[in-house]
Each structure stands twice: as C-alpha cells, then as structure tokens.
C-alpha cells in the first residue's frame, strides 16, 4: 500500500529565507506526486504536481518540487518566503491504474513565516 | 465557477442526532470524495464514488454511509454521530482516471467542521 511521511510537523522560517518541506513516499512504481496547501480556515489548494517527464516542477506561487526516484523524495522548495506562505502543507501520492483511492495524503507541515 | 460546494461549513451536534453533509460539484464530475481531517494524522479517505451508483469505502469508513444518485451530488450521512467523528471533513471530486493528464487532480470544496457533543 502507498504511504506518504512528511517528517516535519512544524516549521518557522524568516520572512525572505528560503524554505524547503521533505517528503518521502512509499509506492511499487512511479507515483503520481502532489503538494497541497491549506491556508486557515480553507480548503485545500493544489500547488504543484508530478506525472512523468521533467522531474523538476514548477507550481503556483512561486514554489517548486524535485522528484528523486533513488530517494522516493518530492521536496518542496521555496527561494524566499513571504509571510502570505504560512499555512500547512500536504504531501499527496496518487494511485495510478484503477485509481479507487484517488490520494493518500502525508499528515502535513505547518508553516510559521517570521517577519 | 468550477468549485465543490459543502453544506453545512460549520456544525454543532449532539450525539446520536442523524447528520447529513451535502457535496455538490459543477464540474461533471465521475469521481467524488470524502476525506477526514484530523491533527497529526493528516487527510484520510472516508468513502469514494467511481461514478453514479458506484460507492467504495476509504480507510476509515465506520460510522458513515454515503450515496450517490446524481452525478453532481455525494452526501455524507452519519446515522448516529459520536464524538470520535469530530473533525473538519473535505468533500472532492476529479475527472475519471485516465481521462486525461490532469485526472489525478482533486478539486476540494472549502470543508465543513463538525463538533459532535
């Protein structure tokens, strides 16, 4: 069965410094990858997402990811933080084929943005 | 819009007291959702639906039933609530697989917290 660890429950960074958020997964083959983001009191909204090809994807608000097949990683990055960014994020790997479960989502980080 | 739509967003409840969560999305939809959240334990799948008619449990199924008579609809029913089902509940809802390269991707309705007392 897929599984998703992110092992960050909370982190702080200063408004401007750059941010990355770990994810590992657990699949048998190559997983269609998301990232998540749920600001207070919202739903949840996709950032970016992997399929195939390029393994370096770019999403909305200027974040990015990078899928490592040899660590079964997709790390979420960000250059520099803007106190907009503080939310909790959701690591999320899909389920090709049948595709009954859709998503089976990580158990988040929030984020702290300091001014 | 293209959105999903969830009602009640908020709700306070006593135990016992049958419960109907209403999801409702505009985007002709096979595939809808739901999901539970809870602290530390992330979002965790309640029942899925492939299509009309078409209903699955999730991993954590007990204590809810759902249907699907309309394509665009996918109540939740909780028969007799209990306060372990406390939480913030997210309805979803995606084209079917494989339709095409963005079929993966769930739209969320906003979530609806219940508190059940």
């Known amino acids: 069965a897929q599984s998703v660890t992110q092992p960050d429950i909370h982190i702080t960074v200063s408004e401007g410094a750059s941010l990355e958020l770990r994810c590992n997964y657990s699949?048998?083959?190559?997983?269609?990858l998301f990232w998540y983001v749920q600001s207070p009191g919202q739903g949840l909204q996709l950032l970016l997402k992997?399929?195939?090809?390029?393994?370096l994807v770019q999403g909305i608000k200027g974040f990015e990811a990078e899928f490592k097949r040899s660590q079964s990683s997709f790390n979420l990055r960000k250059p520099s933080v803007h106190w907009s960014d503080a939310a909790e994020y959701f690591c999320?790997?899909?389920?090709?084929?049948?595709?009954?479960?859709?998503?089976?989502f990580g158990s988040g980080t929030r984020l702290q943005v300091q001014p | 819009e293209a959105q999903v739509t969830q009602n009640p967003r908020y709700l306070i409840t006593v135990t016992g007291k049958k419960l109907t969560v209403t999801c409702s999305q505009n985007?002709?939809?096979?595939?809808m959702s739901w999901y539970r959240q809870d602290p530390g334990l992330g979002l965790r799948q309640i029942y899925y639906?492939?299509?009309?008619?078409?209903?699955d449990k999730g991993d954590v199924p007990e204590g809810y039933k759902v249907s699907r008579k309309e394509k665009r609809n996918f109540p939740l029913i909780l028969e007799s609530p209990s306060p372990n089902q406390t939480s913030l509940y997210f309805c979803?809802?995606?084209?079917?697989?494989?339709?095409?390269?963005?079929?993966?991707?769930?739209?969320f309705g906003a979530g609806s917290r219940l508190t059940v007392l």
């Open positions: 979803a809802s995606r084209l079917r697989q494989g339709a095409t390269s963005g079929a993966n991707v769930l739209t």
């Open positions: 699949y048998g083959a190559t997983p269609y």
């Open positions: 992997y399929f195939s090809g390029d393994t």
């Open positions: 999320a790997v899909g389920e090709k084929g049948s595709g009954r479960r859709a998503l089976t």
């Open positions: 985007m002709n939809h096979e595939y």
């Open positions: 639906s492939m299509n009309v008619e078409v209903t």
